[in-house]
């Protein structure tokens, strides 16, 4: 008998297969029970057996111990047509070993745990089977014991039918549904004993079954007390659902864990870009929006890699945050070349006025793209030139700063704000504003200028206030409202006007040199499939002032505290601009190569405060990005990205990446001397197909405006009492967050230079 082969069964997943498995059937069998379950110690409920099943075990010599384990006053099932009379129910157990252990009359082999199968095929004589942890084995007949429609179900009937796909497969594995509905569900005892005080549910189990349906109750004898409605109290509850919450929160964490592969970063309460964590001060527990700021320069080094994950373990998704630029162009490109697209929260602050080209993904970003494009061209950046130049002159007379030698300025944004947002004005949209335009015409109502003023300044409130809360009656809320309702009257208006001024070139007008008119010359020359609605147009207009008029000014303040900071720098700039002006001549746009310091000052502030702080992509579907190994260490390390992981890209880390900056926490224009005024090197105006459009625009009017402005005036930082220079530069030069990044409040004194 030793020599003799044994047949050798596979038993797939729990509950009754396990009680198969404790069955000592025959010297000639092997039983293998294997479970994806890591332990066998869920909680049942107890097991009916209908006639059928019964007979079978039964005839294996198994009914004494069958009727061991009936509940009182249970009988063996029978066939018939009352239900209630046609099955069994075996008390219920905790832990299914336990329920049949005493049933095994010979040795048995111990289930295989955890262990879940994939994939099965035949093999001459047997059956070979793969695990997902890569194991495998063979069997003889290979058995699923699960419910219909389960996992153990799909992978046989699948595996069943390797040569189909699709949807014909899921037709194989798909469950049919006959005969009857059973419903199992928990029915409180005090409604059982108000009806029927005796009844066998009040002392065990039992099945209640009536034609069509069925339903099982189990009340648990050490649990009746916390089952009973009128005895339970809120302490119990308050309990269970701590009990509860903590669990879930567990089993939620794990899974992240996972989704990131583990990767070194955050474990933290809150994700840093969400309700609460967002709103919360940055701490050593709770990152928030400004670590990417306050923790540049130790972050990375800390996790050793310029690609780290976040993993919340109460509230917000896991993630990656990645200071790398291979990772950036990886998830950069958006979803027409990338698994990665921007997500749809990531651009509610760009959408109040419509969709634009900043916030499309996929085709609309592509159909966008090509309408966007044309408007910006060197006619357009001519009048940039002149209009940064004029604007110049309109604040040095306005200002009142013609007969002055110094002039001290509390706050800088002051000035670079408003003159950013005045040349955006004329060049973006064709206004012919002033510098000191009143706010209000003579009838009293707001001016398109002062609209426009007071839009740009409480963009924020307009975009997360609920509209209930905008049409209050509050003095700042109606001068909100006007000033949208005015504006967006003014825009309309705008684009019937400049269409019907396009159309008629033929009658021989010439059509303007603005961003908005050039758009909506580009919209007219598409086919109609492919132009953009007026809401469109308006929105991609709106979107040139908040994104440049923010950034420019921004980078304008940061630039002058950096030069009053670092007067031999100051200097070597001012050496340049007078060996190509002199003392009074302007500069002209064909003389913007030959002042390429001045533009290297201004890239310079631009990385250390990249307005663009962060890039956020989504992954669409399951993928891999190829993680460079850190410095050192050559080739990369592939790093799954599951469907729904957002990969945040951190423009202040790469700003700071020692990777790409020899001491990037130094303020050193340099760096870019000789560097192409179109190289991705130079990566805070993003990178890729998506970098920033008004990329040219921007450094135009940076050339323009510093050169005369350094030609004239010596720029020194304004020192409170006491302050050294250092104190200075700490108080100064931090990041301000809100839609973009930008320099706090900057005290600057101008020195008028004199002439020799």
Not at 12 to 40: C, N, P, T, V, W
Request: hydrophobic share 40%; charged share 25%.
């Amino acid at each position: 008998m030793s020599s003799t082969r044994k047949v050798r069964i596979a038993i797939m997943r729990d509950g009754f297969a396990l009680a198969l498995s404790q069955f000592a059937i025959s010297d000639y069998i092997e039983r293998d029970l294997h479970e994806f379950a890591a332990k066998l110690t869920q909680v049942g409920a107890g097991i009916t057996l209908w006639p059928r099943g019964w007979e079978v075990l039964k005839s294996l010599g198994h009914e004494d111990d069958l009727a061991e384990r009936l509940h009182e006053g249970g009988r063996p099932p029978k066939n018939g047509r009352r239900y209630a009379n046609g099955c069994a129910a075996l008390r219920p157990h905790i832990g299914r070993p336990k329920l049949f252990l005493p049933w095994s009359r010979r040795s048995r082999r111990p289930p295989h745990l955890p262990c879940r199968l994939v994939f099965y095929k035949g093999a001459g004589t047997h059956i070979e089977l793969l695990f997902k942890d890569g194991k495998t084995t063979t069997c003889d007949p290979l058995v699923g014991a699960d419910v219909i429609n389960s996992a153990v179900r799909k992978t046989l009937l699948s595996g069943s039918r390797p040569d189909l796909d699709g949807e014909d497969k899921r037709k194989v594995y798909e469950a049919k549904w006959t005969g009857e509905i059973v419903y199992r569900r928990l029915i409180g005892s005090e409604v059982i004993r108000k009806t029927n005080p005796d009844h066998p549910a009040l002392k065990g189990g039992v099945v209640v079954l009536w034609q069509g349906q069925s339903a099982l109750s189990s009340a648990l004898a050490n649990a009746r007390s916390l089952l009973e409605v009128s005895e339970l109290r809120a302490g119990h509850v308050l309990t269970a659902l701590s009990v509860v919450f903590v669990v879930s929160r567990v089993v939620a964490y794990r899974r992240k864990l996972q989704a990131v592969s583990n990767v070194p970063g955050f474990r933290i309460p809150f994700y840093p870009l969400g309700a609460p964590g967002a709103l919360l001060p940055t701490t050593w527990w709770n990152p928030a929006i400004y670590w990417t700021w306050d923790w540049r320069h130790t972050v990375y080094k800390q996790y050793g890699s310029d690609t780290i994950s976040v993993a919340p373990f109460v509230v917000g998704p896991a993630g990656f945050y990645t200071a790398n630029l291979d990772v950036a162009r990886q998830v950069a490109g958006g979803g027409h070349k990338t698994s990665f697209v921007k997500p749809e929260e990531a651009s509610k602050a760009l959408l109040l006025w419509g969709m634009n080209l900043v916030a499309a993904d996929g085709n609309t970003w592509r159909n966008h793209r090509r309408i966007m494009g044309p408007a910006f061209n060197s006619k357009l950046y001519e009048l940039v030139w002149k209009q940064t130049l004029n604007t110049y002159y309109e604040m040095v007379t306005a200002e009142k700063w013609t007969d002055k030698k110094e002039i001290e300025v509390p706050t800088v944004q002051l000035l670079t704000f408003k003159l950013a947002l005045l040349i955006i004005a004329k060049c973006g949209f064709g206004f012919s504003f002033n510098w000191d335009d009143p706010p209000h015409a003579a009838d009293g109502t707001m001016t398109v200028q002062e609209a426009l003023r007071v839009v740009t300044d409480h963009h924020i409130l307009m975009i997360f206030l609920p509209k209930w809360i905008q049409n209050l009656p509050f003095k700042k809320l109606k001068e909100i409202r006007e000033a949208h309702d005015q504006l967006i009257g003014f825009m309309q208006d705008q684009v019937a006007q400049r269409r019907a001024d396009i159309r008629d070139r033929g009658s021989g007008k010439e059509t303007a040199a603005d961003a908005f008119t050039m758009l909506v010359q580009a919209n007219e020359d598409e086919a109609a499939k492919y132009r953009l609605d007026d809401v469109e147009l308006i929105g991609n207009v709106f979107v040139l002032l908040f994104a440049g008029h923010e950034t420019t000014a921004h980078t304008f303040a940061a630039t002058l505290a950096f030069l009053g900071l670092h007067q031999d720098i100051q200097d070597d700039i001012y050496q340049q601009v007078f060996s190509v002006l002199g003392h009074d001549r302007d500069p002209t746009l064909e003389e913007y190569n030959k002042l390429d310091k001045v533009l290297c000052a201004f890239y310079e502030a631009l990385r250390m405060f990249p307005a663009g702080y962060i890039m956020i992509r989504e992954a669409f579907e399951d993928t891999v990005l190829h993680v460079p190994n850190p410095v050192g260490q050559e080739g990369n390390t592939m790093l799954a990205v599951p469907k729904g992981t957002q990969v945040v890209v951190d423009m202040v880390g790469v700003q700071y990446n020692p990777r790409y900056f020899d001491e990037p926490e130094k303020y050193k224009p340099s760096r870019w001397y000789g560097v192409s005024n179109e190289s991705e090197a130079f990566s805070a105006f993003s990178i890729g197909p998506r970098a920033c459009l008004g990329r040219k625009f921007a450094t135009t009017e940076a050339v323009a405006f510093l050169s005369v402005l350094l030609r004239d005036y010596r720029v020194e930082p304004v020192y409170q009492p006491g302050e050294t220079k250092e104190q200075w530069q700490e108080r100064v030069l931090s990041a301000n967050i809100v839609l973009t990044l930008g320099v706090s409040n900057v005290p600057i004194r101008f020195i008028r230079r004199t002439r020799v």
